[in-house]
């Protein structure tokens, strides 16, 4: 069965820190997407990355990075010089194709907060 | 324009009512999903039709029935609430290409169902 975890249940920094936020995966599937969603205060669902299986090229944007390590079944996040503006829960997740339909198993997520 | 739409976006009542959640999106997907977020921000699957056809049914009680009048409109019927049901409620939707099925969802703002 498709798991995510990610271990990491609440982070603090203070801002201007690098702060990496930790996803391990397990699937059987040889084919799969990865993907990273940000839950402000707000409460909505902010859609960051995708990645598929077959592309384990690191990518960045902005302050943001991503670790994609197949031999690992990792996808790590990195922010660096974190703001304020970061603090919110992060969920990896992992997609299963289900007849046309995506089902996404979510991590747990991580509570960061970035402290003034 | 909104993308994905949810009303309401709050909903108190009390136990053993039924209450309905509406779901719109304008993205002109096939693919449109349920999830519900538990009081530890877990986030779990519960539903998804393709072209108002039921793709995925995640043990869900049948006390929640899933209506897809046509592929922009996905609600979502609950009876005889429970105080187990309060939680935050997403609706979302992907567009699915044959070959390319690791599309992103978007998420609407969710539904906050408190049963008291």
């Known amino acids: 069965a498709q798991k995510v975890t990610q271990a990491q249940t609440e982070i603090s920094v203070v801002e201007k820190e690098d702060v990496t936020l930790d996803c391990v995966y397990e699937t059987r599937d040889t084919t799969y997407y990865l993907f990273w969603y940000k839950q402000p205060p707000s409460g909505e669902l902010v859609f960051l990355i995708r990645?598929?299986?077959?592309?384990?090229q690191n990518e960045i944007s902005g302050r943001y990075s991503w670790n994609f390590q197949k031999s690992t079944s990792s996808f790590n996040f990195t922010i660096t010089a974190s703001q304020v503006v970061d603090s919110a829960v992060y969920f990896c997740a992992l997609s299963e194709n289900v007849q046309g339909a995506q089902k996404l198993v979510f991590g747990q997520g991580t509570r960061l907060t970035i402290n003034p | 324009d909104t993308a994905v739409s949810q009303t309401p976006k709050y909903l108190v009542t009390q136990m053993g009512n039924d209450k309905s959640i509406k779901c719109e999106q304008n993205l002109g997907h096939d693919t449109m999903y349920w999830y519900k977020q538990d009081s530890k921000k877990f986030l779990k699957i519960m539903f998804s039709?393709?072209?108002?056809?039921?793709?995925i049914n995640e043990t869900v009680p049948n006390r929640f029935s899933p209506k897809s009048p046509d592929k922009a409109h996905l609600n979502l019927h609950i009876n005889s609430l429970e105080l187990g049901d309060s939680a935050v409620y997403f609706c979302?939707?992907?567009?699915?290409?044959?070959?390319?099925?690791?599309?992103?969802?978007?998420f609407g703002p969710g539904t906050r169902l408190t049963v008291l």
């Open positions: 039709y393709n072209n108002k056809e039921l793709i």
């Open positions: 990645r598929n299986s077959f592309d384990e």
């Open positions: 979302a939707s992907s567009q699915y290409f044959t070959g390319r099925p690791g599309n992103e969802q978007f």
